[in-house]
């Protein structure tokens, strides 16, 4: 063969494995190709395709002809034999009279007891570094492989290299998009899960106060026309009570922290402070004392807040019980009332998802509230027969 034709020869190999390691989108299948391509363009008799195992280990990954493929997995140790040393080395080996020990290997070539086999292993380098295959060319004949044919062998198996690389950095790819991915995800929940925290103590804690504010500012406006100065007096601190009270809760809703009235006084004193607060509404409370997380306490609270805010606004009731107690580790939080009563939505998350008007916030959030408790709301109401608000949070009494 002259140079041109050897030249020509190695140029068309170059190209067949470049359009192949661009174009299969399978690495085993590039294995397979690449394979194919050696023992054609080398006139051999098969090529073996090894893949290198992070820990150094050789797979036999693919084989030309494809019947040579081992019927189980062919694992060779690190370092074993030729193509261990290849490996180990990254520059390729000639064997022009090669015996190979290992029976698998031996059945793997076909070779009968005693028969010799010429081989050419040439290492995939990927241009990171290190070696990631291992192309093993074999020829029954006995030959020795012209130093074009070994350069060419290089050239195919450098290319393979760079596609398990490419490979290798996109299925990193990958795995970043999904962490990235589960991060956002979190990320946006949290913010959500915080979003609703502090509109729901606004909701629950703020507008409270600023209800019992107008309702004192008012009664003071009335006691005004009236010149009844005592009255107005007594109007006037208990409106500047709920401002602060209002001041308080916006500053802890904001900054995440408890309810202020939790902090200074617990659960169960918290509640009967809360229902005394509520004017023009006889709101008796029977509360036990519960050792209960702070955060069921401030979720329990806000619930109560709530309901009882609710009979003030549409129950036109004389009279609302609140009671709190344990049953078993559960611990139940009752609100109810003589009220009007109204058409008690089925199950409450029909509320969450059927309501109607943006502004009904109430029900909503002292569903969620107890969802995350992993517990249970019931609102038994019955037009003419008062409401009973119910919540039920399971294992959270110690
Ligand atoms: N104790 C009750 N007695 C009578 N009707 C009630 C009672 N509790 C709730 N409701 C009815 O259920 C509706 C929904 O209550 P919800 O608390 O979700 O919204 P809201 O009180 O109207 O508005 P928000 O709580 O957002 O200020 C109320 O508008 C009212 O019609
Ligand atoms: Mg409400």
Redo the contacts with the bound molecule.
């Keep these: 063969m002259t140079s041109r034709d050897t030249l020509s020869d190695e140029l068309a190999l170059v190209a067949a494995a470049s359009r192949l390691i661009v174009r299969e989108p399978s690495l085993p299948a590039v294995l397979a190709g690449a394979a194919r391509l050696l023992t054609e363009a080398l006139s051999a008799d098969g090529c073996l395709a090894y893949r290198i195992e992070g820990n150094g280990e050789l797979v036999v990954a693919a084989t030309y002809p494809e019947r040579l493929a081992p019927a189980e997995p062919l694992r060779l140790p690190s370092g074993f034999g030729v193509t261990g040393r290849v490996a180990a080395d990254q520059i390729p080996a000639v064997l022009v009279d090669d015996n190979p020990r290992n029976v698998l290997h031996r059945e793997l070539l076909g070779l009968v007891p005693g028969q010799l086999v010429s081989r050419l292993c040439v290492p995939a380098r990927p241009p990171e570094g290190g070696c990631t295959a291992v192309l093993a060319v074999h020829s029954f004949q006995r030959r020795e492989f012209a130093s074009w044919e070994i350069d060419a062998a290089q050239r195919v198996a450098d290319l393979v290299g760079l596609r398990v690389q490419l490979q290798r950095e996109s299925s990193a790819l990958g795995a970043f998009e999904d962490r990235w991915e589960r991060l956002v995800a979190a990320t946006v929940t949290a913010q959500e899960d915080e979003r609703r925290r502090v509109a729901g103590d606004l909701?629950d804690g703020v507008?409270q106060a600023l209800a019992s504010l107008t309702f004192h500012l008012s009664a003071a406006e009335v006691a005004l026309a009236d010149r009844d100065y005592d009255f107005v007096t007594d109007q006037v601190r208990a409106a500047r009570a709920a401002a602060d009270l209002a001041f308080a809760e916006a500053r802890h809703a904001i900054s995440g922290l408890h309810s202020p009235v939790l902090d200074d006084l617990g659960l169960a004193a918290g509640l009967v402070s809360m229902a005394r607060a509520i004017p023009n509404l006889q709101v008796e409370v029977d509360a036990q004392d519960i050792d209960l997380p702070e955060h069921v306490e401030a979720a329990l609270f806000r619930i109560a807040q709530?309901?009882v805010?609710?009979?003030v606004?549409?129950?036109d009731?004389t009279r609302a019980f609140v009671s709190l107690a344990k049953r078993g580790r559960s611990v139940v939080l009752r609100v109810s009332?003589d009220?009007?009563?109204?058409v008690a939505p089925g199950p409450i998350s029909g509320?969450v998802h059927g309501?109607s008007?943006a502004?009904?916030?109430?029900?909503?959030?002292m569903y969620e509230r107890v969802q995350l408790l992993g517990g249970h709301l019931s609102?038994r109401?019955e037009a003419g027969d008062g409401?009973t608000?119910e919540a039920v949070i399971p294992d959270a009494a110690g």
Aim: hydrophobic fraction near 40%.
């Design positions: 909701h507008t709530e309901a805010q609710n009979v606004k549409h129950a009731a009332d009220g009007r009563g109204f509320v309501r008007a502004s009904q916030f109430g029900l909503m959030g609102v109401s409401t608000v």
